[in-house]
């Protein structure tokens, strides 16, 4: 397993020499400053490669290996006229990764809202602090803030019910925060409403896009990256819909097995992959992770290690546990990941190391009062890639011992 950290640029309160603490040896990361649909630059690039991988002499070394995430512009999503110009611009970022030796690129296929959590600092019996999402305050927003025309249709009279009595204990400060949290979006996320006025016409704009329409344009706009991602070497990483489900009215086509299934049979090209996010799939009761880990293994080119707690009263809502004590298999899905990878090797594949990376972690200790991108605080990341590396270790060392 090749250990990666994600990093958000020079602006990240988690800095490169903290990274090379933790014993990471790679690091994910995106020009986040270019505005979306526009080319990567291979100076910028080159720029941000430098600042990563230039290291004192004797310090250990890190290598930006894998991209997160090459944002896919909304205009593809929506087959506007003249989108073709912005697939030909991604290919073109593309391009100047793979001049620079970067071919692991993750992207996701989300309209208008990337990933989405109510709570962002919801405490839990330890002290520390956990992100959350909650289906009742979730619809409370949608149904008494955002008022989205006609989303009363999509509820049942229970879940009105519950999201009237969550808006009402909701103090005004929540209510802005909540707002907030949606449609201004969290770290790395790739689109911005300037308002709720904005974001209801952005939204405005799906409500003829279908699930099979969206998955129609996804497979459109692979169809012309894959080729070239192939002659380059770049392999593809798409990640889930988070939380994997159809919300606001938006269509959401990357959330179970099926819709794999469904990608992959279309495009079956070695380039086109995915982000096992171990997070995102087990927010669903329905998706076995460790089931989805062997199935899909040879289509696994990055994870994202994390688990979550689905609330049994309502398994739509969940907070973010510790990396190995939430309802997934965390074991079973790093044993099904080194076998892969164990596969590989025996297919005498040169890249048969799959990357990871420790997503997400507690705000916790030092890093309480500090300000930090949600999600992405030090600590409880270094905590979580510990924990899973501690796995690795242990199963690679039984794994050897069998093969001896
Ligand atoms: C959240 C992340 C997302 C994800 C992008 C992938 O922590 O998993 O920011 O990176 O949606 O394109």
């Keep these: 397993m090749r250990e990666s950290w994600r990093w958000f640029g020079p602006n990240d309160p988690v800095t490169i020499s903290d990274i090379r603490q933790t014993g990471a040896t790679d690091v994910v990361s995106a020009l986040h400053g270019i505005p979306t649909g526009e080319i990567w630059p291979i100076e910028a690039i080159r720029t941000h490669q430098r600042f990563i991988e230039s290291s004192e002499p004797g310090a250990a070394s890190l290598a930006w290996t894998v991209v997160e995430s090459i944002p896919v512009h909304e205009d593809i999503k929506l087959a506007r006229h003249g989108y073709e110009t912005y697939v030909d611009n991604w290919i073109a970022s593309m391009e100047n990764l793979a001049a620079c030796g970067i071919k692991t690129i993750c992207y996701n296929f989300m309209p208008v809202i990337d990933w989405t959590r109510t709570d962002l600092k919801f405490q839990l019996p330890s002290g520390a602090y956990s992100l959350r999402f909650d ?226 972690g507690h705000q916790m200790m030092d890093d309480i009062n500090k300000t930090v991108n949600p999600g992405y605080s030090g600590i409880g990341r270094l905590k979580g890639l510990a924990e899973v590396r501690g796995v690795i270790r242990a199963l690679s060392a039984q794994n050897r011992k069998k093969l001896q």
Excluded at 166 to 172: D, I, S
Excluded at 304 to 331: I, N, Q, T, W
Aim: net charge negative; hydrophobic share 40%; aromatic share 8%.
């Design 135 to 360: 289906q009742h305050k979730f619809a409370a927003f949608d149904l008494y803030i955002l008022q989205r025309a006609n989303a009363q249709k999509e509820y049942s009279e229970e879940e009105i019910l519950e999201a009237k009595n969550a808006f009402e204990l909701m103090p005004e400060a929540e209510r802005q925060q909540l707002t907030n949290n949606i449609i201004a979006g969290l770290p790395g996320k790739m689109t911005e409403a300037y308002g709720l006025e904005d974001f209801r016409a952005m939204l405005a704009n799906y409500s003829q896009t279908t699930a099979g329409i969206l998955r129609i344009r996804l497979i459109s706009f692979l169809s012309k990256v894959l080729p070239r991602a192939e002659v380059l070497g770049v392999k593809l990483a798409i990640h889930p819909d988070d939380p994997p489900r159809d919300m606001l009215g938006l269509p959401r086509i990357i959330c179970t097995a099926s819709d794999l299934e469904l990608l992959f049979s279309a495009l079956p090209s070695p380039s086109n992959g995915m982000t096992l996010c171990v997070g995102t799939y087990g927010s669903r009761p329905d998706n076995d992770l460790p089931e989805m880990a062997r199935r899909f293994g040879p289509r696994i080119h990055f994870s994202h290690l994390r688990g979550v707690c689905l609330d049994p009263k309502e398994p739509r809502s969940f907070y973010e546990a510790s990396h190995l004590d939430s309802d997934v298999d965390m074991v079973g899905i790093i044993n099904e990941l080194l076998n892969e990878e164990q596969r590989r090797r025996q297919n005498g594949s040169e890249e048969a190391e799959i990357f990871i990376r420790p997503d997400h």
